[in-house]
């Protein structure tokens, strides 16, 4: 086998033409290998925006087609997203669909790879190069923690059913990769994030430069254990983010009329900027959702317009990443974990709650509550409303429970409504493969979310 390598050139190169399907094949790939630390630096800065994780934006029941973007024509970007937003099994054939994430994602962990492959054998520092190196472990942890949740039954249903393939090195195989269950995703999620959380630990604290940092990875290392439902795990890792955190933003002192972009470090509550996401028009914001924010939530005025648009939250200027991890997250993930924990602590998991909501409702009185399921569920409720369109809801769903969700659909303004249902833990929870990617690696074993019949609608007036 020979040794991926990369130059600074050549990985635009890679992602401009998204040449996926390599990683996972025998092919030459020689290039001139980067000779200092900075060089990997930069390379690794372009594997980490992945995008592709449109469908997260439609699959759940946060959204919901805004009726008044119709005209007398069929709606473009409504038929685009049709396959994804009525749960079809054939979603990534549709003609001029919305595009899967497997494809693109790999890619990134290809060129991840390459840097962690590479990194210890050039010039620099011990420093930056611990630093790239918790980067891209970072970085490969959330990238196989977006693909195990796509196309993996959820941990806490089904952890020995197959996940995805890990590629683990930047070597090229010949003839395919299997995949690995979810629990050993999950595993080697927990043991990059891990290693990277340690490495960020030697170091001064970086933020504001759209690269995964220490805060961050805590804060996704908390995300995982809760998954897992490792309660414990979950609250040292949440506590370990909130330390070296700089603190909550306070919506409330925010004047109204001001413009406001959740996509900016100059929030404090920011820590990583990433991904190039986007949802478009004729979507918006559920009323199902939009009803679950009381008066005086500043999120429900500085992050939608009187639509229900998420556009407000979109990038400050220009074409750039658009989703965050924030340190809202960890009190919320905290909170949950505490609830759950075998040592729960209400008082904790209450306070939790208590402070995320005193920076984002004006006028807001703490509340009190000693029954746990009834805090669990006020939690979860704030969790939704936190967290909406930055890639959330979707696995939430998935590991409550795979609840029965549906969707109104049509594709000109006169149509009829049609709805949509997805089942209570329904196969399609788990996204069907994209069959390029089965045609392309013989060794992959198909999802039984593809050989699902096709999804028919109902109309609406007969519900």
């Not at 269950?181 to 759209?210: C, H, P």
């Not at 965050?324 to 905290?334: D, P």
């Not at 209400?346 to 709650?353: P, V, Y």
Request: proline share 3%; aromatic share 10%; glycine share 6%.
């Amino acid at each position: 086998m020979k040794r991926f390598k990369l130059t600074i050139l050549s990985f635009v190169g890679l992602l401009v033409t998204g040449a996926c399907s390599d990683f996972l094949e025998e092919k030459s790939q020689d290039e001139v290998i980067p000779s200092t630390v900075t060089d990997y630096s930069e390379i690794l800065l372009a594997y980490s925006n992945p995008g592709g994780y449109n469908m997260l934006s439609v699959l759940d029941d946060d959204i919901e087609i805004n009726d008044l973007q119709y005209n007398n024509n069929e709606n473009s970007i409504v038929k685009q997203h049709g396959g994804v937003f009525t749960w079809q099994p054939d979603m990534w054939e549709w003609e001029n669909g919305i595009k899967d994430s497997y494809e693109s994602t790999y890619t990134q962990i290809m060129g991840v790879n390459a840097v962690l492959d590479g990194v210890d054998d050039v010039e620099g520092s011990v420093e930056e190069k611990e630093v790239v190196k918790a980067q891209a472990l970072g970085l490969r942890a959330y990238y196989y923690f977006m693909l195990v949740n796509l196309y993996g039954e959820p941990y806490n249903y089904n952890k020995k059913a197959l996940g995805v393939p890990l590629k683990l090195t930047s070597a090229l195989l010949e003839n395919g990769i299997t995949r690995n269950t979810v629990e050993e995703v999950y595993t080697r999620i927990v043991m990059d994030l891990e290693q990277a959380s340690a490495l960020f630990g030697k170091y001064s604290k970086r933020r504001g430069d759209f690269r995964i940092n220490g805060t961050a990875t805590d804060i996704l290392l908390s995300r995982v254990y809760l998954y897992m439902e490792e309660w414990d795990r979950a609250i040292e890792a949440a506590n370990r983010a909130i330390k070296t955190a700089e603190g909550l933003t306070d919506y409330t002192t925010v004047e109204a009329g001001n413009q406001f972009y959740m996509t900016t470090y100059e929030l404090s509550e920011v820590e990583w900027l990433f991904d190039m996401s986007i949802t478009n028009f004729p979507f918006v914001s559920s009323g199902d959702l939009l009803s679950k924010y009381t008066s005086g939530d500043k999120r429900e005025t500085l992050w939608f317009d009187a639509n229900g648009s998420i556009s407000k939250r979109a990038q400050k200027s220009g074409w750039g990443p658009n989703r965050t991890i924030r340190i809202s997250e960890a009190y919320l993930n905290r909170a949950e974990a505490l609830v759950l924990s075998q040592n729960a602590n209400i008082g904790e998991a209450l306070a939790d709650l208590n402070e995320l909501r005193r920076h984002r409702i004006v006028g807001y009185q703490d509340i009190s509550i000693s029954d746990a399921t009834i805090l669990l569920g006020e939690i979860r409720v704030e969790r939704r409303l936190e967290l909406c369109f930055d890639g959330h809801r979707w696995f939430d769903l998935r590991r409550y429970g795979m609840p029965s969700i549906s969707h109104d659909y049509k594709l000109k303004k006169n149509d009829a409504w049609v709805t949509y249902v997805l089942k209570e833990k329904d196969p399609l929870y788990t996204l069907p493969i994209p069959r390029a990617v089965i045609l392309n690696n013989v060794k992959l074993e198909q999802n039984p979310s593809a050989n699902a019949p096709e999804r028919i609608g109902v109309p609406k007036s007969n519900l």
